[in-house]
């Protein structure tokens, strides 16, 4: 497993997009019934991981969501999380929707990271310059990542990964003064 980033190749990286079932949740789906027979679906969230993003924006760095599942409640974090790019159940798949979201926010293939879980991801993490995983992710999926955790998905892995870039990117210690002094952002409500 690779516990490190490269500092060049941290310091390249405009845009980090992260999957979401697997990364962002530990893969489970609560789907109950509710009202008129109406399907809900809900999802559990680590606020480490809310956390991370919040710090990877501080930094500069764009977030996006990638998903091949359209999902309310995913929706809803992203808007909580200021999170400006999202792409919920594309049918093209992930490589189109993450490349319309590089091509918006004016960043190439070859600024940008990717934390994936499953074979859904390795398509992107073929062309992203910073291919990572989540410590569950699938063999396949750990064999093309450049950084593999230790955390699995919905259990900070996201946390895990920001923080691996932000101190390559020589970035961290300044992060984690700005909160000795007082807090980076308000009104967050993360950890």
Same mark, same amino acid.
């Given at each position: 497993?690779?516990?490190?980033?490269?500092?060049?190749? $941290? =310091? =390249?990286?405009?845009?980090?997009?992260?999957?979401?079932?697997?990364?962002l949740? /530990? %893969?489970? *789906?609560?789907?109950?019934? &509710?009202?008129?027979?109406?399907?809900?679906?809900t999802?559990?969230? !680590? +606020? *480490?991981?809310?956390m991370?993003?919040?710090?990877?924006q501080?930094?500069?760095?764009a977030?996006? *969501?990638?998903? %091949?599942? $359209?999902?309310?409640?995913?929706?809803?974090?992203?808007?909580?999380?200021?999170?400006?790019?999202?792409?919920? &159940?594309?049918?093209?798949?992930?490589v189109?929707?993450l490349? %319309?979201?590089? %091509?918006e !926010?004016?960043?190439?293939?070859? #600024?940008?990271a !990717?934390?994936? /879980? /499953? *074979?859904?991801?390795?398509a992107?993490?073929?062309?992203?310059?910073?291919?990572?995983?989540?410590?569950?992710?699938?063999?396949?999926?750990?064999?093309?990542?450049?950084?593999?955790?230790?955390?699995?998905?919905g259990?900070? +892995?996201?946390?895990e @990964?920001?923080?691996?870039?932000?101190?390559? =990117?020589? #970035?961290?210690?300044?992060?984690?003064r700005? @909160?000795? #002094? &007082?807090?980076r @952002?308000?009104?967050?409500? #993360?950890?």
């Amino acid at each position: 497993m690779t516990r490190s980033i490269d500092p060049g190749l $941290a =310091r =390249r990286v405009r845009l980090v997009s992260f999957d979401v079932d697997g990364v962002l949740t /530990d %893969g489970s *789906l609560w789907v109950g019934v &509710g009202p008129g027979g109406v399907e809900t679906e809900t999802r559990r969230f !680590h +606020a *480490l991981d809310g956390m991370a993003t919040r710090l990877l924006q501080q930094s500069g760095v764009a977030v996006a *969501l990638v998903s %091949g599942k $359209a999902s309310q409640a995913v929706a809803a974090r992203a808007a909580e999380l200021d999170i400006d790019y999202v792409s919920l &159940g594309d049918p093209t798949g992930k490589v189109q929707a993450l490349g %319309g979201i590089l %091509g918006e !926010h004016g960043v190439s293939w070859g #600024e940008a990271a !990717h934390l994936g /879980d /499953d *074979l859904a991801d390795l398509a992107v993490m073929g062309r992203v310059a910073l291919p990572a995983a989540v410590a569950n992710a699938v063999p396949e999926i750990q064999r093309v990542a450049a950084w593999v955790g230790l955390v699995g998905g919905g259990n900070g +892995a996201v946390r895990e @990964f920001a923080e691996a870039l932000l101190r390559a =990117r020589g #970035e961290w210690d300044d992060l984690v003064r700005g @909160f000795q #002094e &007082g807090g980076r @952002f308000a009104g967050t409500s #993360e950890s």
